[in-house]
């Protein structure tokens, strides 16, 4: 028989470098762990000195046109979009076309945006807020005073119109119409009693009007509009 093999002890624990070199890792590991959370975290210096890109030296407080477009252009989005009316209103902004720095600070806190990519990820969150529909009427009331000139009581018919396409074209059956209605009308401007009641009308009037009380109290912009789109629907179509 063959002579069996000697046996050799073999000592398996880590030697004492292996063990520092293991607790180092472990320890550049969680290091590495705080450094992420911590650079993840929301910043309000991070914040302000952000803010501070989109601005000029003549005026220093305030983010305006120039620097709106290239928010815009860091962030991905067209300053037509709805985000952005969305997120004017998380500011609490005044005017259309500008931030201060008050405002900016008020709406990226409540956001907890510090930087570029992190506003993109809550563009979707800005837009869902108008599914709302509670949410969506504040907004839409909001928009009236953000959107007109501020030296007027009124809003011009042009900003009007493209107000109510940013926030009624995708949702009311009957903006294309009522865009129509006001192309042709001699209505220079909307008032807010107006502009309230636009939204209004959307939501309870039915497409083919049937609901619609003559006698109610609607705006006469809205009677006439109702009169004009009947009108157009009884002439008879060209085959």
Known sequence: MPRGKRRVAIDMRPSEEDQQSTKRQRQ???SSRRYSKSDEAFSQKRCLTWFVEYTTPDDPETLGPEGMEKFCEDIGVEPENVAMLVLAYKMGAKQMGFFTKTEWMKGLTDLQCDTASKVQCKLDYLRGL???????KIIYRYAYDFARDKDQRSMDIETAKAM????LGKHWPLYTQFAQ???QSKYKVINKDQWC???EFSRTISNDLTNYDVDGAWPVMLDEFV?????LRAQPTIS
């Open 181 to 183: 209605f006001l192309e």
């Open 130 to 136: 108008l599914n709302d529909p509670n949410n969506f």
């Open 197 to 199: 009641n636009i939204l």
């Open 28 to 30: 550049s590991y969680q």
């Open 164 to 167: 109510l396409q940013l926030l």
């Open 227 to 231: 009169e004009w789109l009947r009108q």
